[in-house]
């Protein structure tokens, strides 16, 4: 399991669904960077119910923009169901990785991760 922190994964260019990348890890368990045409994702895992714990368990997995399984063209059922959990009518013109945050608060990590290998268990600690 690698250790890293907040500032290792600035520098490595991550960012998230908020303007401040500790609140998108530690509360909202998600974020991401570009990697040529991939997009490589950070999740967590299993969410801390101790406040003091200052330990958070991730995983990463890379997935291509170009997979079918992705896109509201593709699997028109898929997003016809997340489209009314979120209120979004149309996803092609939304962005990638709001998509995926989207498909895992409504699928749930495991079913939009779950086949895909994860290529490394991280431990973020806060700053």
Not at 37 to 53: C, G, L
Request: some cysteine.
């Amino acid at each position: 399991m690698q250790v890293t922190t907040v500032k290792a994964l600035e520098k490595e260019r991550f960012e998230g669904m908020d303007a401040s990348l500790e609140e998108s890890i530690f509360t909202y368990g998600f974020i991401y960077r570009k990697i040529e045409n991939r997009w490589e994702f950070i999740i967590q895992t299993v969410p801390s119910n101790d406040e003091n714990d200052q330990e958070e368990t991730f995983v990463s997995c890379i997935l291509d923009e170009k997979d079918s399984d992705f896109h509201p063209d593709t699997c028109p059922d898929f997003f016809k169901d997340l489209s009314s959990f979120t209120g979004i009518d149309d996803y092609s013109n939304v962005d990638f990785p709001t998509i995926i945050n989207d498909l895992v608060n409504y699928y749930g990590e495991l079913n939009i991760f779950g086949d895909r290998a994860f290529i490394r268990e991280l431990v973020i600690l806060q700053d």
